[in-house]
């Protein structure tokens, strides 16, 4: 089920992420750099098996002929037992599940033993992917909260770190692509909501996520300094549907809109449901 971002959650972020790459700082201080690296390629070797066997599961069930014998399975932990009796863990899947896990696990091993950039990069995409699913923001306003303290948190850390020093060297982090993805798809459920059978702010918000990327490559090989991407990404990202919703005068419907957060939706539904019931 997905995690909704209020604009609390939005507000606080930076700072939450703050404090954790501080705390990192002070950990590779203050311990030994080849046990954090040992503790932090185990630790992304169980979230990206997990995260690729969770993006692949699709795609391979496709893959699967309608002869296969695809078996059900339950993992399921509880807490005591009778009327006090508590689930921790219910977690249901098949055959076709534990082939991609197979398969999600091989890659893994190879990250661990070669570190190599393809495996790197598929877990990246696998990651990127299951946060777009998973992470959703409920309104643009809350988006732009996200986004624009991101990009004050992505330049104060760059230049705190130096980062404009760097020579022939450019990677694009996950917050680069998950943060605007989320917000692109917000843009596109926006565009959904107003039944007009059009994707106009999916595609100008896409469009601009390419133009601030392509600009951070342009002005990173101009001047031969790493830039923070979210510099570039951010303006484009906001600005361009703005535009748009102005030119289309749409911009205060756009900002109205508000989605409900899944726990909300869960109760309107079973009323409704009772209701119907009873008439």
Same mark, same amino acid.
Request: proline share 4%; charged share 15%.
């Given at each position: 089920?997905?995690?909704?971002?209020?604009?609390?959650?939005?507000?606080?972020?930076?700072?939450?992420?703050?404090?954790?790459?501080?705390?990192?700082?002070?950990?590779?201080?203050?311990?030994?750099?080849?046990?954090?690296?040992?503790?932090?390629?185990?630790?992304?070797?169980?979230?990206?098996?997990?995260?690729?066997?969770?993006?692949?599961?699709?795609?391979?069930?496709?893959?699967?002929?309608?002869?296969?014998?695809?078996?059900?399975?339950?993992?399921?932990?509880?807490?005591?037992?009778?009327?006090?009796?508590?689930?921790?863990?219910?977690?249901?899947?098949?055959?076709?599940?534990?082939?991609?896990?197979?398969?999600?696990?091989?890659?893994?091993?190879?990250?661990?033993?070669?570190?190599?950039?393809?495996?790197?990069?598929?877990?990246?995409?696998?990651?990127?992917?299951?946060?777009? #699913?998973?992470?959703?923001?409920?309104?643009?306003?809350?988006?732009?909260?996200?986004?624009?303290?991101?990009?004050?948190?992505?330049?104060?850390?760059?230049?705190?770190?130096?980062?404009?020093?760097?020579?022939?060297?450019?990677?694009?982090?996950?917050?680069?692509?998950?943060?605007?993805?989320?917000?692109?798809?917000?843009?596109?459920?926006?565009?959904?909501?107003?039944?007009?059978?059009?994707?106009?702010?999916?595609?100008?918000?896409?469009?601009?996520?390419?133009?601030?990327?392509?600009?951070?490559?342009?002005?990173?090989?101009?001047?031969?300094?790493?830039?923070?991407?979210?510099?570039?990404?951010?303006?484009?990202?906001?600005?361009?549907?703005?535009?748009?919703?102005?030119?289309?005068?749409?911009?205060?419907?756009?900002?109205?809109?508000?989605?409900?957060?899944?726990? #909300?939706?869960?109760?309107?539904?079973?009323?409704?449901?009772?209701?119907?019931?009873?008439?």
């Amino acid at each position: 089920m997905p995690e909704t971002i209020t604009s609390r959650d939005a507000a606080r972020f930076p700072i939450i992420a703050s404090c954790t790459l501080f705390g990192l700082y002070l950990f590779f201080k203050v311990f030994s750099q080849e046990y954090i690296n040992l503790l932090l390629s185990v630790y992304f070797f169980v979230l990206g098996v997990l995260a690729l066997s969770h993006t692949m599961s699709p795609l391979m069930s496709r893959c699967f002929p309608a002869s296969f014998a695809n078996k059900q399975y339950q993992l399921l932990f509880t807490q005591d037992a009778g009327e006090s009796k508590e689930e921790i863990v219910n977690y249901e899947f098949d055959t076709k599940n534990l082939v991609c896990l197979v398969i999600s696990s091989v890659v893994g091993v190879w990250y661990l033993l070669k570190k190599h950039w393809i495996a790197n990069n598929l877990f990246g995409l696998a990651f990127a992917l299951n946060g777009v #699913e998973l992470l959703h923001l409920n309104n643009v306003s809350t988006g732009c909260i996200l986004l624009g303290g991101l990009f004050v948190y992505d330049v104060f850390w760059d230049l705190m770190e130096k980062g404009l020093e760097a020579r022939n060297f450019a990677m694009l982090g996950l917050g680069d692509i998950v943060i605007p993805g989320i917000f692109i798809a917000l843009l596109l459920r926006f565009d959904v909501s107003l039944k007009k059978n059009s994707r106009t702010y999916f595609y100008s918000s896409f469009l601009a996520y390419i133009f601030g990327l392509g600009l951070t490559i342009f002005v990173m090989h101009t001047f031969k300094h790493a830039q923070p991407a979210l510099l570039y990404l951010v303006p484009a990202c906001v600005g361009f549907p703005v535009v748009v919703a102005l030119c289309k005068g749409e911009l205060t419907e756009m900002f109205r809109y508000e989605e409900a957060s899944p726990e #909300e939706v869960g109760p309107k539904e079973e009323s409704s449901d009772s209701e119907k019931k009873d008439q």
